[in-house]
């Protein structure tokens, strides 16, 4: 893939004109080391309270647990995510102990906080080479058996992390897809002092 083309209204860092969610991957290898580096990024996200509620699951392609988080992902997703280097399922903690508290409490933005924390994710990944594409269609049952995951805790979505590969490896479908996606112009998402779109 070129460079992009995209351009912002306003000033803002490359990096955020240059992360992108390809389907197309190389396939090759990450080491643990390098995705380790990808989720330490995500570590450091804001959250209410400082509760850190995201909880990630990983595996490599060709470890021993690929194919059972390849497995929770749907067929359309299946498709194109199997030559990605990781996956990962983001998991949320719905409730948190706060300070001052002794006992964990609903956490009513434990889903907003761990989207911090995948935005922070993404845009590492970008940053050392990588791209992530996240995925909202999974079997979200299948992945709270499969993977372990206990009560009190929200599957999120998936994420797809590799090197951007050659997009006619795609489906005809996707490949008219495949690059980097506009966005809709900042007045049609921003307002100020009420709702007024």
């Known amino acids: ?31 643990e080391t390098a995705l380790l580096t990808i989720l330490e990024a995500a570590r450091w996200a804001p959250s209410a309270y400082n509760l850190q509620p995201w ?71 970008s940053l050392e080479g990588w791209q992530a594409h996240g995925m909202a269609g999974i079997d979200h049952e299948k992945a709270r058996i499969d993977l372990g995951i206990p009560a009190g805790y929200k599957v999120e979505a998936a994420v797809a992390i590799g090197k951007p590969g050659d997009k006619s490896t795609l489906p005809e479908g996707l490949r008219a897809r495949e690059g980097y996606s506009p966005r809709q112009p900042l007045a049609s998402i921003v307002a100020e002092g009420r709702f007024d779109f």
């Not at 992360?19 to 080491?31: C, L």
Request: aromatic share 10%; hydrophobic share 40%.
């Open 55 to 125: 909880r990630f699951i990983y595996a490599r392609k060709g470890t021993p647990h690929w194919e059972r988080l390849l497995a929770v992902l749907n067929p359309f997703n299946q498709s194109w995510a199997s030559s990605a280097s990781a996956l990962i399922v983001v998991v949320s903690a719905e409730t948190g102990t706060p300070p001052g508290k002794d006992q964990p409490v609903p956490n009513a933005t434990h889903s907003f906080d761990t989207g911090a924390a995948w935005g922070f994710l993404a845009l590492q990944a």
């Open 1 to 31: 893939m070129g460079k992009h083309t995209r351009t912002a209204e306003h000033p803002v860092a490359e990096l955020f004109l240059e992360r992108w969610s390809p389907r197309a991957y190389t396939g090759e290898e990450i080491s």
